[in-house]
């Protein structure tokens, strides 16, 4: 059972190129979440998916694109890297239907140049 | 705009004290609130939660206090110890299901 699992860990963008976050559970829960935290604060949200094949806007949409592939995978799409969206990012999951304790991953270290 | 905030950025407390941290949240709406612990380099890690409906729940050495009046919330943690040293957040639903909102975080450290 290995939880929420991220990849990659790390990765350097260059302003303009595109990538794909991946991540997936194992845990069978309906929900899904990406957040990104910057230096010094907290964690804020950028999609959640409430269940496979739905997908919800959370603080921080723009330049962001999510797709819950099927009930085990959330991934996190920049189109067009900027330097704001040097971050870590971390995806989460839970039971859902009103049970929110999250699992995290360990996150993706992102810096974008 | 609805926000959850932190009365303290940073706390510091000798080993075997107890610790206080606090939390203000504005969105009434909000019935689900949570705290989770993040050690350096991790992702965040549950801690316990308390539904709109109580004032009070407990864990193992850790007790959270729901005021809703005031729109207040804090984590207790009894006999704090340097394992406890740690990033502590807390999180709300914003009574939106399934959509669970942070607060900056409190920076715990503890004196050996």
């Known amino acids: 059972n290995a939880g929420v699992t991220q990849t990659p860990k790390f990765q350097v963008l260059k302003t303009g190129q595109s990538m794909t976050l991946q991540c997936a559970q194992d845990m069978n829960h309906n929900s899904m979440y990406w957040y990104r935290q910057d230096p010094g604060m907290g964690l804020r949200l950028i999609y959640y998916?409430?269940?496979?094949?739905?997908?919800d806007k959370g603080e921080v949409p723009n330049g962001y694109n999510v797709s819950r592939l099927n009930k085990r995978e959330f991934s996190l799409r920049l189109e067009s890297a900027a330097p704001s969206q040097t971050s870590v990012y971390f995806c989460?999951?839970?039971?859902?239907?009103?049970?929110?304790?999250?699992?995290f991953g360990p996150g993706t270290r992102l810096t974008v140049t | 705009g609805e926000s959850v905030g932190l009365h303290l950025p940073t706390l510091s407390v000798q080993e075997g004290d107890n610790s206080i941290i606090n939390c203000a949240y504005s969105?009434?709406?909000?019935?689900?609130f949570i705290w989770y612990k993040q050690e350096s380099g991790k992702g965040p890690q549950f801690i316990i939660d308390?539904?709109?409906?109580?004032d009070k729940r407990q864990g193992q050495r850790v007790t959270v206090l729901l005021n809703k009046t005031v729109k207040h919330l804090s984590l207790q943690i009894a006999a704090t110890q340097p394992g406890d040293s740690a990033v502590y957040f807390c999180?709300?639903?914003?009574?939106?299901?399934?959509?669970?909102?942070f607060g900056p975080g409190t920076s715990l450290s503890v004196i050996p």
């Open positions: 989460a999951s839970s039971t859902g239907g009103g049970y929110y304790e999250q699992y």
């Open positions: 969105n009434s709406a909000s019935d689900y």
């Open positions: 308390i539904r709109s409906n109580m």
């Open positions: 998916s409430a269940s496979e094949g739905t997908t």
């Open positions: 999180a709300e639903n914003k009574g939106s299901y399934d959509k669970v909102i």
